[in-house]
């Protein structure tokens, strides 16, 4: 080995050591400056964990519930799923403007990808909260919370993808005499529909769960029904709430993990 | 005769930087089979890609057919690529889908917008697709998956493809880059018997100095974007040779013996 190569490896072992002494420093740092005890934080631990056993096992008054839990789990993992859709199929189209290689030009394609970037970029929290204002608490604040953001995170995905996996045969086409449409049906989409659909489910997922959060927030949906449960300290009630929403997720991870399988 | 397609003091500047072509001059006549050779980056592709308006020439005109390609306006190039037949290194396929759908693909230029985003094709259509396949020896194929097939197979597809098209002319992007020499061959000898039984036009990229002097009648030179030689295949020289590739003696694998 030359004394080239080594002097790389001794390079990274230094930089790695200085990036954790780093990290130490930040937390050491961070904790006086917050006055955090960090033995008292860890003597909490067991403490916590007992009184969260105590008071969120479900308890049979909350089982009693858990037809109207499912039935508004039901209702939100419905809508997650059908903002998804919509904001997929606007996003699909959006997204043949923003492509190196079917934009119609470029202004038109930084633009798009402009636009997509702010849609992405704000959380759909913050978006919820800016669309209670002209909804106020009602289903469609939460569900344009989410389709702003799908749409945003989509479009830039479909971008890239479309760029990556589908340029040769838009070419291709294109040298054929196609027009735009068969272009986009014959050639874009059957290439490029693995990977769409794996985000697409990957998106549901996400809303599932973000749905939830911005439910509290509407008061809508499986979201509310938590606030209120906890607002009213049946903590174990509330805890079913959880419990089901992480059993529906897991089981739609699950479950997209088989398509994926089956499509690719 | 006027020839098929003239190449009129062509230049092209990609980006208003990189200067691809400088005043290219040249003809080719109904039925040629012409090769081009360079080196890299020397503008094979981009002579190519001028043809059928995958890209744009800066100056010059391009007359196919007695058109203007530079001038023609969105029908008018659709007319042109409809006539117009491309090879690819790569293929370019759809590989997600059958061997006979990518080879209906080439009808797609002569379709309805609305009949060709729905892919519907009429039954003569596909008729003539299986007998194009039968003839490249793909009967066995039709109905496989493309990204099933071997290099040789899926070149043979890309063929299939631009005959569906019923084309005038052919473009040949280095289509034996990617393909080891058995295959090479299967598919050099398909092109040459396209060109000679159907009479079409066929302008290759290669970098097979070798295969390109078999194959073709005629061979253009091009160094730095201009035209360097331009004359009957067996007329090359091995000094031409090095002067196209601008290189010394002994330095070319084609010296290699
Ligand atoms: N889309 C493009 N944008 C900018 N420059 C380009 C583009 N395509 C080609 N060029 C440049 O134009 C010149 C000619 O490229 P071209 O692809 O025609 O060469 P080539 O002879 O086909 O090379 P190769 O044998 O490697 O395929 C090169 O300098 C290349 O970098
Ligand atoms: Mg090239």
Redesign the pocket.
Known sequence: MSDNQTSVFVKRKRSFTLVFLGACGLFLVSAAVTGYDVIAGFESVPKAAGWMAKNFIPNAQAWSRLPNILAKLTETALVSVAVTVCAAGCAFFFSLLGTKTTKVNPWIGRTVRIIAAFFRNVPDIVWAILLLFSFGQNILTGFFALFFATFGMLTRTFIETIDEVSASCIEALRATGATFLPTVFQGILPSSLPEIVSWVLYMIETNIRSATLIGVLTATGIGAMFDLYYKRMDYSSASLVVISIVVLVVAIEMISNQIRKVIM | MAPILEFRHVSKI??GA?R?LTDVSFSVEEGEFVSVI??????????L?CINRL?DATRGEIIFDGHDINRADKKEIRQIRKKTGMIFQHYNLVDRLSVVENVLHGRLGHKHTLTGAAGYYTEKEKENAFQILAKLGLTEQAYKRCDELSGGQKQRVGIARSLMQEPRLILC??PIASLDPGSSKVIMDHLSVINKNMKITCIF?L?QVDVAVKYSQRIIG?TL?KIVYDGPADQLTKAQIHEIYQSNEGELITDVR
Request: charged fraction near 20%; charge should be neutral; aromatic fraction near 4%.
């Open positions: 990609y980006n990189t691809a360079g080196p890299s980056g020397s503008g094979k592709s981009t002579i890609r890209v992007d280095e990229n970098h091009i974007g």
